[in-house]
């Protein structure tokens, strides 16, 4: 049941939480201010760069509206750590975890060759991104502890979402529907993380309204390599 992982956790936190990573060359200049921190240019080509890694994309394809939702990320990573720092290196197992599954993305990447090749294509080393994993596993480590306690999903909640949304969907594609006993766990855990993702959006949204955050860009397409 592939589509009970559309709004997994993991993918939530990693849009809004994605840090930045090396992307080449970029001559500096301000592009937005975050309650006085300056983020600049470059963490802005760095940060298309990682989610350009991410997804096997070429950076420079980024269209102006998807580069202007990475400089929203950023602002919203700014504000999170302004609340919830974190203040150690992340398991290394975990971080090594991470790593691999950021690896088996590349085509190739079995080879510590096409690997290195595939690193430095995006202006990066092992080494800057194990770190920049091991604080985004650490950050939403964070976050988790924040917003999980408030999550409760009762059986109501889970008989609803089968009856009105997972039957009826299941029906629309012609597939059988499995008991409910089967995906209790399932539907439960998806509704959780459909509830963290909503409490993450909310606690930006208030995190925002708070802050001073001054756009110095006035392009969102525009490049300054």
């Known amino acids: 049941m592939n589509w009970l992982r559309h709004h997994a956790l ?5 849009l809004a939480l994605a840090a930045p990573l090396s992307a080449g060359t970029v001559v500096d200049r301000i592009v937005t201010s975050v309650n006085g921190h300056a983020v600049l240019q470059s963490d802005w080509e760095q940060e298309i760069a990682f989610e350009a890694l991410l997804n096997g994309r070429d950076p420079d394809a980024f269209t102006a509206p998807e580069r202007a939702a990475a400089l929203d990320r950023l602002v919203d990573q700014e504000l999170l750590r302004e609340q919830v720092r974190p203040g150690q ?22 080879s510590d060759t096409v690997w290195q ?17 091991s604080e985004d596993i650490q950050l939403m480590k964070l976050v988790e502890d924040r917003l999980r306690p408030s999550i409760q999903i009762d059986q109501k909640a889970v008989e609803s979402y089968y009856k009105d949304e997972l039957l009826p969907e299941l029906a629309k594609a012609g597939s059988s529907a499995q008991p409910l006993t089967q995906v209790y766990g399932q539907i439960k855990t998806l509704l959780a ?22 756009t110095l860009t006035p392009n969102a397409g525009e490049r300054n390599r």
Request: charge should be positive; hydrophobic fraction near 45%; charged fraction near 25%.
């Open 10 to 14: 993991a993918a939530a936190l990693s």
């Open 89 to 110: 290196a992340a398991p290394a197992a975990e971080v090594a975890a991470r790593v691999a599954e950021v690896r088996k993305m590349q085509p190739g990447a079995s």
């Open 117 to 133: 090749a595939a690193l430095q294509r995006y202006g990066l080393t092992e080494s800057e991104l194990e770190k920049r994993l």
């Open 193 to 214: 993380e459909k509830k963290m993702s909503e409490l993450l959006s909310s606690w930006l949204a208030t995190l925002r309204s708070g802050s001073q955050i001054r």
